[in-house]
């Protein structure tokens, strides 16, 4: 008998062949010092089965599309946004895709943020936590982050390294603990610029659940609890986090249906997937139904065109 796949994967990622090509002429070849993981449409596809994965939100992960040419951003991001479309339409049951946007250009990124919603009808928007050494709570996003908050725009922010000379020389690779730092960096960059108050109608989702913003809430507001509750407005993928500390800390703070599943795959091995995914049901299992929200109901709730197919 075969088991329905129910799950929905919000932190999902693609690489595009155009993308690894366009990245290896300006010679980049690795993330973090880690050479790009094997991908294509079949590989997800073929995960997504085995883990019973319904769904998955696509995107482009770090180092992202911005290496200081701005024609060559446009470019790189109208050919990823165009992927995304195209893989959706081969698949529209399986895939949505969250565009991503040419910053840290800002007209040129409205313009693109207009094509990827309501030509190619992507989902939502992609961010990096910082572009250029600037965070994205900086005053110079505002203009964007108005058109974000018009269109009631579902934001995945995902962790990029600081700039290198702000990274330290240790001898592992740097996302290990840079990721999670510079998540929390840009959220308390977003919260003290007064992003999240201005711009309500925003639904920020942050990878690796918040990062260290969670564990650290009452020092980033030191215990102002107006901005303590600016957290439980926000949404955590649980992608490298579902373990019990990770959701001890992160459900002090928030309720549970502000926590999604994430998988980062290709970057996180398959077996770490599988090791998280038994992490949320050990956490859930005195309450089945937070687990299926944790999997799947919570995204529904941002993505509710996705319901009438899983």
């Known amino acids: 008998m075969t088991i329905k796949s129910h799950r929905f994967d919000i932190h999902h990622h693609i690489l595009p062949p155009e993308y690894l090509s366009s990245l290896a002429r300006i010679g980049i070849t690795t993330v973090t010092n880690v050479s790009f993981p094997k991908w294509d449409p079949e590989h997800s596809l073929e995960f997504m089965d085995r883990q ?10 770090s180092p992202g599309i911005y290496f200081g040419d701005e024609k060559f ?5 109208r050919l990823c946004n165009e992927y995304s479309a195209n893989l959706i339409s081969n698949y529209p049951k399986r895939f949505g895709g969250f565009a991503i946007l040419p910053l840290p250009d800002i007209e040129a990124s409205l313009l693109e943020l207009e094509y990827a919603l309501d030509i190619l009808e992507l989902n939502g928007v992609v961010m990096l936590t910082n572009f250029n050494g600037k965070y994205i709570g900086d005053p110079e996003f505002e203009k964007l982050f108005s058109e974000l908050n018009q269109r009631n725009t579902v934001v995945f922010i995902h962790p990029d390294i600081p700039p290198e000379e702000k990274l330290p020389n240790l001898n592992f690779p740097s996302a290990i603990l840079e990721f999670v730092f510079d998540t929390t960096r840009a959220i308390a960059n977003l919260m003290h610029n007064g992003i999240f108050k201005k711009y309500p109608n925003i639904k920020f989702i942050f990878a690796h659940a918040g990062g260290t913003a969670p564990y650290i809430a009452w020092r980033i507001t030191f215990g102002n609890k107006k901005l303590i509750n600016q957290f439980k407005n926000l949404y955590y993928g649980t992608a490298l986090s ?6 001890r800390s992160l459900m002090e703070l928030v309720d549970h249906s502000h926590i999604l599943f994430g998988s980062d795959f290709p970057f996180v091995h398959e077996i770490v997937v599988k090791d998280m995914i038994q992490e949320i049901v050990n956490y859930s299992k005195v309450d089945k139904q937070k687990c299926l929200d944790i999997e799947q ?6 993505f509710p065109q996705f319901k009438s197919i899983i």
């Open 242 to 247: 579902a373990t019990m500390n990770v959701f």
């Open 52 to 61: 019973r994965i319904a769904t998955a939100i696509t995107s482009i992960s």
């Open 73 to 77: 951003t446009k470019n790189l991001a």
């Open 297 to 302: 109901k919570n995204a529904l709730s941002l």
